[in-house]
Structure formats: structure tokens, C-alpha cells
């Protein structure tokens, strides 16, 4: 029962492009791919260090940048490239992390967010290098040997296997030594230290990982676009992050797949509404923690059980 | 003082020298000296803001030490982290439970055990051969602990299910899962009924009987007086007496001192 | 000499701006006192502030007057709902979730300024004129004049009302310690709503005197709200003096920033101190060192 969700959940994914006819549907899921990866990693830093980051959209952005710089103006191959860029970007949460992690949650919040506004104003006014507000155009695709990944489909099933790889490494992290650190730490700081966990590490350790699977999600989507421009990487989409964190749920691995699907898609589903994108956003963000502070799907889950024991 | 050469001295455990802590200038312990031998209960006493929680919190590294400095098995362990603390051999239990409600009872003490294991976060992600071992000894043994403190039934309960006995229990495990040298109780005691009162005594004076030491901080004085080997007894941050329990309720500073007389 | 008097002329206008950013900041502090939380929405009462001025004055031509009053009182209003319709109502009172609540209000006021407004940024008139006095060599702009007079005029009564009232004697008891206030009979909850309310004022109040030197548009209150909250940390969190010395110094050190280095950085600049103060001084130049939970 408890391994059940894994299989069945990728068998869907497998299946699902199938029943699809629309290339359009198809390109919406592999970026709703892309912000699983950062949406998991954002929450290991929320629901298990209980610190925010506001700032997630910046080390996505360093992630595309630097694959499209290393890549297209350096001419470095793409495959090692994106390793690359995620040990830099991990470089700079490691030095920003050190520092805010010590101090109270909202510090971090702000940190990250001025952080963010920095990296969004550089890659504006470093023009010479970034291409400036017009973006970064020429980023090479994918591929493997001889075979590239060039339609929405190939993309497809690459995206989602590193999205089921994240998902799996992540529901394997939370039920191990240091996923128990991580729980304990994030539900009581003192009692975690006196029982022999350095919660300072951890946290910065937790910081830099989730910063280095943003930074993956954002050299995949360079390599996938083949375009970007600084407007994808600004403080709306960390707080679009954050969003699809609290509606899955903080510390639910599952939570945030179902919290970056649904949020991900729902832009597409309401077209009408998109001109009112903000407006939506910010109205959902503070529903669902005025109401659901622990998330949609946990409070779903236990509806759902709820209503199953009620039957029986 | 009653006994100012204390015949343990010379193989105690663990040392306080001249230690202060103050808050905001005021000072919560002044100047205290103290020595523990190993394998006794030794107890804290006095009345409320005496500074016996203080103490504790000293001890681990919660607060910092403004003067004076605390040996552990002859090394300074002033500075040092809790965690840092923790790993070295010196756990406890708080005045409220402070359990991590968000997981079972069974991983509760396998938390425990985290400064004698060392798989960090890729071992855990890839689930090395190594992390899968190390995962099902500390299970199994944590599972004896639970077994040894009566838990074993609710290994699968989430820790905030259980009744406050078990929970006061379950952290005394989790402690004690760290195989101390030195277990730290704050008031394992308080709000426990009679019947619960000496079922933890039993379960004190048993961990005792297998060799641990053991500093305990308690209000109440017939449990402290039953169970203690050493009294220390602490009034607005200084020490007033030290001795067998049956020598300190003889002791007039420390009646007075409870019951609020001038000298 | 001119070059002394280039360096008067960015203090001064550095002053001009960080007299907003200390109103802005004192907000962020009067609710911080108040709750323990951050107001992300902050920045968002600048922009209405300057956006409903705009209104007032600008397009239904009411007297200077009455449409900064009403203005005023416009963005308190909205601070107070804030704090009646989502952050009181939260089943969740934990800090980090209202403060996550403030932010998804900061995003919600965006959208609905940007359905109101429009997307394109708004100019309004300086209050009496554009002839620059000539101070010394430099030039200063009668708006800055306003700018100094009315954040003057604002710390002063803040200051009167904190220290002589019954009512602000009541709210530093609250920020002092929440619990004993309520024991000792202070209605801790409207003291809670009047600082959301203060809050409000404060920041419409710096929206409405900074817009005609900056012009305003829907999306330029997070940039607003973070220089306020540099500014407070700047000047050591939760305090009002703390508050307004950072609020010039950062004002003045990004105008320096901007005048001598480069002005595409200027907001870089303001950010990179606001880290640096973080990573080498947490309780804020005039503070008291680390806040650290224990």
C-alpha cells in the first residue's frame, strides 16, 4: 500500500501524452515538470527547515543564464554545463544561506527577496552579457549522442522522469537519518539540538539543495525555450513557487507534485483570466492560508479519508 | 556547606567551576561550583527561579556561560554547541515534554540515536546499501529501547497520541538513545499522578541500576528525597547546600529558604 | 567647489527620498510592534497612496487639502481591512503564516491596481511648482521642501501621540509585552487594527509627497516596501528612531550610489547594504545587536 502512489502516479504520466492530442497541453506539462522539480525543493526548505525563500525565482534564473551563457557564448557542451551551473548557483545559497539562516524566519524572506531583486536588475542592465531585457536568444536544445530532444513530446518524457527522479529522492531523503533531522528540527529547533542535530548545518544544507534544484529546472527550461529573458525570473515567479508550496501543503513531498500541477495548469485552464494573473495568484495565496493553512491536499486527504470511514 | 570535600571529586563526571549566567544584568547563577560522580542520581532543588532549569540549560548549551567554565570528563565544555553537547554524551528531557509531535514514536527515538550515526543527505536520497544497514540497526534498536520503556505497543502511534506519562517516557528513550553519559530529567514528575509518580521513580531508580548518571531537577520532594543519592540545593542562583538528602533536610539554610524565613 | 557642491546636491536629494523610505519604515515598525509580523503589504499602501492623490486631485480636481486627506484616510481603511478580513479571520495566527498572508495581499492589491489604473505608470503635479531655490550652489525642488516639512511634521506628531496619549501609551504597552497589556486591561485587539490603520496613513502619506517627484504605476510598491523594510533594518528593527536614521542614510547612500557610481545600480546598491547590514550587524546599526529566538 505505502509504495502504491509511485507507480500508479508514473504509469499516468507515462500514459497520459496518449490521450493527448494538443501539442499546447503538452508544452504546459513539461513546464509544470520543471516547477515540480523547483516546487519539491522549495518545500524541503519550507516544511522541513521552516525557513521561506522568496528568492527561488533567482536561482532558477542563475540555472537558465548560466546554461545559456556557458553554453552558447563559452561554447561549453550543454550536459556538463547544467551540473555546472547548479554548483555555482549552490556556491551563492551557501553564501547567502550561512549568514540569514542564523536569524529569524522573515529575515531569510527578506534576504532572499532582495537577493532576487538583484539578480532580476543585473540581468537587465548586464546587457553585454545577458542580452539584457530583450533576452537571451540561441540557447542549443538537448540531445544525446544523435538523437535530440527537438518536440514537445521528447521533452515531455525527459522533463518528467527528472520531475519522478526529484520526487523519489525526496520521498526517500524524508524517511531517512537526515530527513528525520530535518522533521525535527523544523517542529522543534531546541529539543532537535539538544538531541545531537546541527541544526545550523542543516538548514544551509537544506538551503543549498533546493537552491541547486531550482538552478536545474532553470538551465532544462534555457535548453528547452531556447530562449529567456529576465521577465520569467522575477520576484512574482518566487512567489508563484511559494504559492504552489502552501497549496500542496508545507512538508507534503506529494502535496507540492499536486501543488505545482494544479497551479501550473490553471492559467492555462482559465484563459479569461490571465489578463488578472496577479490578481488570481495573490487572492488564492491568501485563501488557502487563511482557510487551509496546511495546505489543499493534506486537508483534501483527510477529507477524502473522512468520508471513506464514514461509508464504511 | 556540608561537605566541602566531596570524596567523588577526583572521578567526577561532570564540574562546574565559578559558573555564571546572567540575563540582561541580572544574574540566574552566580558563582556556581559543583561536582557529579557518576552512576548516582543527583538532584537539583529549591524554589521556583532558584535557577535549577538554568542550570540545566547551561549545562547543554542552550544559554551561554558568562563566567567560570563546565568540565566534562576533565574537558571544558563551555562554548560548545547543544548539539555539540549532545554527540559528547550529555542529553535530557525538558519540564514539557518536547517531543517531535510530527513523527512516530518509533522515529522519535531513532532521532535519538542521530549523533552515533553518520548517513547524511545523498546516502539518504540514493538509499545507499550502507544508509539501508545503518537504517535497520538503529530501527531494531530503537525498537529494544521502546520495548525496555514499555512503548513498544504504540512504536507506530504518532507522538502526540500517547498519554502524558508515555509521552514523558518516550522522551527519557529518545535520550536516553544516545546512550549518555550523563542524562539530564527536567521535572519528569510534574503533573503526573501518585501512581504515575512512582512508576517513573521505578523507571529513574532502574536506569540508575544499570550504571547511568543521572541530574535531575524536581519539585517534588518526597520522589526527589526517595530517589536521590546527592542534593544540590540552589536559592536565587547560589548554592545554599549540598549533601545526602537525609543531611540536607536537617539543613536549617535550606528550610528557611524554602519556607521563606529571614536568618 | 563643484564638486562639494555635486555631493550636497545627491545628500540632498538622497534626504528627499529617504524621508519616504523612513515613513515607510516606521509603518513596517508600528506593525511589527503591534504583531511580531512583517508587513509585506507595506510598499502596497505607498502605491495607493500615490495612486488614489492622483485620483483625488489629479482627475476629480477636489482642493490639495481634502484629497490628501482622503487620501490618507483611503489607505488606512485598506490597512485596517487587511487586518479584519485576512488577518484576523486566519485559522492559522503563527507568524510566518500571516506573514505569508501579507505578501498574498501585497499580490492581490497589485492585480486589483492594475485593473483599476491601468498598467502605465502616473505623474502628479508637485504641490507648488517646479523653480528650484538655490541653497548654497545646489539646487532643491520645492516637492523636497513639502518632503521635509511633512515627514517632519508626521515623526513629530507620531512622537507626541506615542509618549502623551493614553491610546499610544496603550500600543507600546502592547509592543513592550502583548500578554501583560491584555492582564492590565488594554484592548489588545484594536490596538492591533490601529496600527494597521497608522500604518496605512503612514504609507499613503509617503506615497502621496514622494509621487510627484517619481511618478507611481501599479507595480512599484514592492520595490517601495523593500526600501522601507531595508531601511528599518538599516536603522534596527521595531524602532522609530531607528526608523528615520535609516531611512536618510539609506536615502542619502543611494543617491551617492547612484550620482557617483552608476544609476543602474541603484537599487543593487540599496539591496547589497540591506545584505550586508543583515550578514554583519542583524539587530540594525542602532540596534541592540542579533534578535535570536531561544
Not at chain 1, 43 to 68: E, K, R
Not at chain 3, 3 to 27: E, N, P
Not at chain 3, 245 to 268: F, I, P, R
Request: net charge positive; aromatic share 8%; proline share 4%.
Amino acid at each position: 500500500m505505502k509504495h502504491l502512489p509511485l507507480p500508479v502516479f508514473s504509469l499516468f504520466v507515462i500514459a497520459l501524452p496518449l490521450i493527448l492530442s494538443n501539442n499546447y497541453y503538452l508544452m504546459a506539462l513539461n513546464i509544470a515538470a520543471l516547477n515540480v522539480v523547483i516546487v519539491i525543493g522549495l518545500n524541503l526548505l519550507m516544511g522541513y527547515a521552516g525557513q521561506i525563500s522568496l528568492g527561488h525565482a533567482a536561482f532558477f534564473g542563475l540555472g537558465a543564464y548560466l546554461s545559456a551563457i556557458l553554453t552558447t557564448t563559452c561554447g561549453f557542451p550543454v550536459w556538463p554545463t547544467i551540473p555546472a551551473a547548479m554548483a555555482i548557483t549552490a556556491v551563492v545559497a551557501y553564501l547567502i544561506g550561512i549568514p540569514t539562516l542564523k536569524l529569524e524566519g522573515h529575515y531569510l524572506v527578506m534576504a532572499t527577496l532582495g537577493f532576487n531583486v538583484i539578480v532580476y536588475i543585473v540581468m537587465i542592465q548586464l546587457s553585454a552579457v545577458t542580452g539584457g531585457p530583450s533576452g537571451f536568444a540561441g540557447i542549443p536544445r538537448l540531445q544525446i549522442g544523435g538523437f535530440a530532444f527537438d518536440s514537445d513530446l521528447k521533452i515531455y518524457y525527459l522533463f518528467w522522469a527528472v520531475a519522478i527522479l526529484v520526487l523519489i529522492l525526496s520521498l526517500n531523503l524524508i524517511h531517512s537519518r537526515a530527513g528525520r533531522a530535518m522533521a525535527a528540527l523544523s517542529h522543534n529547533e531546541i529539543a532537535a539540538r539538544c538531541t545531537g542535530i546541527d541544526t545550523e548545518t542543516y538548514k544551509v544544507k537544506i538551503f543549498v539543495i533546493s537552491a541547486a534544484l531550482a538552478s536545474l529546472a532553470g538551465s532544462l527550461y534555457a535548453h528547452y525555450i531556447s530562449f529567456i529573458s529576465p521577465g520569467s525570473f522575477s520576484i512574482f515567479f518566487s512567489l508563484q513557487a511559494v504559492t504552489m508550496v502552501l497549496v500542496g501543503g508545507m512538508g507534503s513531498v506529494w502535496g507540492s507534485l499536486f501543488g505545482a500541477i494544479l497551479l501550473s495548469l490553471l492559467p492555462e485552464v482559465l484563459h479569461s483570466v490571465k489578463e488578472y494573473n496577479v490578481l488570481v495568484y495573490g487572492f488564492i495565496l491568501m485563501a488557502v492560508l487563511m482557510f487551509f493553512p496546511r495546505g489543499l491536499f493534506p486537508a483534501g486527504r483527510s477529507f477524502c479519508i473522512a468520508m471513506i470511514r464514514k461509508k464504511t | 556547606m556540608i561537605s566541602p570535600a566531596d570524596p567523588h571529586m577526583d572521578t567526577a563526571v561532570l564540574e562546574a567551576k565559578n559558573i555564571t549566567v546572567r540575563f540582561e544584568g541580572l544574574e540566574a547563577l552566580s558563582r556556581l561550583s559543583f561536582a557529579i560522580s557518576p552512576r548516582r542520581i543527583v538532584s537539583i532543588i529549591g524554589p521556583n527561579g532558584a535557577g535549577k532549569t538554568t542550570l540545566l540549560n547551561a549545562i547543554t548549551g542552550v544559554y551561554p556561560i558568562h563566567a567560570g567554565e563546565i568540565l566534562f570528563q576533565g574537558k571544558s565544555i563551555s562554548g560548545l554547541k547543544p548539539f555539540q553537547i549532545a554527540a559528547l554524551g550529555i542529553t535530557r528531557s525538558f519540564q514539557q515534554a518536547q517531543l517531535f509531535m510530527n513523527m512516530t514514536v518509533l522515529e522519535n527515538v531513532m532521532v535519538g540515536m542521530h549523533s552515533r550515526t553518520t548517513s547524511g543527505f545523498f546516502k539518504g536520497m540514493l538509499r545507499l546499501p550502507s544508509e539501508r544497514k545503518e537504517e535497520r540497526i538503529i530501527s531494531a534498536q530503537s525498537r529494544d529501547i521502546l520495548d525496555e520503556f514499555g512503548l513498544i505497543s504504540k512504536a507506530a502511534d504518532m507522538a502526540g497520541h500517547i498519554s502524558i506519562l508515555d509521552q514523558r517516557r518516550l522522551e527519557i528513550a529518545r535520550a536516553m538513545a544516545a546512550r549518555p553519559k550523563i542524562l539530564l530529567l527536567d521535572e519528569p514528575a510534574a503533573g503526573l499522578t501518585i501512581r504515575e509518580m512512582e512508576a517513573m521513580a521505578d523507571l529513574i531508580l532502574g536506569l540508575r541500576e544499570k550504571g547511568q548518571t543521572i541530574i535531575l531537577v524536581e519539585h517534588n520532594m518526597r520522589l526527589v528525597m526517595a530517589i536521590s543519592d546527592h542534593l544540590i540545593v540552589l536559592h536565587h542562583g547560589v548554592k545554599i547546600g549540598e549533601g545526602r538528602p537525609e543531611d540536607i533536610q536537617k539543613n536549617r539554610q535550606v528550610i528557611e529558604a524554602y519556607l521563606g524565613k529571614k536568618v | 567647489m563643484p564638486q562639494l557642491v555635486k555631493l550636497f546636491q545627491f545628500t540632498l536629494s538622497g534626504l528627499t527620498t529617504g524621508s519616504t523610505y523612513a515613513l515607510i519604515a516606521i509603518g513596517f515598525s508600528i506593525i511589527h510592534n503591534a504583531t511580531g509580523i512583517v508587513n509585506f503589504a507595506q510598499g502596497e499602501f505607498v502605491m495607493l497612496g500615490g495612486m488614489f492623490m492622483i485620483t483625488f486631485y489629479g482627475y476629480l480636481k477636489l482642493p490639495m487639502a481634502a484629497a490628501f486627506v482622503l487620501s490618507v484616510f483611503a489607505v488606512a481603511i485598506i490597512g485596517l481591512l487587511l487586518e479584519k478580513t485576512a488577518l484576523r479571520p486566519s485559522r492559522s495566527q503563527e507568524v510566518l503564516n500571516l506573514v505569508m498572508i501579507t505578501v498574498g495581499a501585497s499580490i492581490f492589491i497589485k492585480g486589483l491596481s492594475m485593473a483599476v489604473w491601468g498598467k502605465s505608470a502616473m505623474t502628479l503635479a508637485p504641490f507648488s511648482g517646479e523653480d528650484p531655490i538655490l541653497i548654497l550652489g545646489a539646487a532643491i525642488m520645492p516637492q523636497s521642501i513639502w518632503i521635509f516639512g511633512i515627514t517632519l511634521a508626521v515623526v513629530a506628531a507620531l512622537s507626541a501621540f506615542f509618549v502623551k496619549t493614553r491610546t499610544g501609551k496603550a500600543m507600546r504597552a502592547v509592543a513592550a509585552s502583548r500578554r501583560s497589556a491584555m492582564l492590565a486591561g488594554i484592548p489588545v485587539n484594536r490596538m492591533i487594527a490601529l496600527s494597521f490603520f497608522l500604518s496605512g496613513a503612514l504609507g499613503a502619506v509617503a506615497g502621496i509627497i514622494l509621487t510627484p517627484v517619481t511618478t507611481i504605476s501599479y507595480d512599484a510598491g514592492i520595490m517601495l516596501g523593500l526600501k522601507g523594510f531595508s531601511a528599518a533594518i538599516l536603522g534596527g528593527y521595531g524602532s522609530m528612531i531607528g526608523a528615520v536614521a535609516g531611512g536618510l542614510l539609506l536615502g542619502v547612500l543611494e543617491s551617492l550610489g547612484a550620482g557617483l557610481v552608476s544609476s543602474e545600480y541603484k537599487d543593487v546598491l540599496a539591496f547589497l547594504i540591506l545584505l550586508i547590514v543583515l550578514f554583519f550587524k542583524p539587530g540594525g546599526i542602532f540596534g541592540k545587536g542579533a534578535s535570536r529566538r531561544v
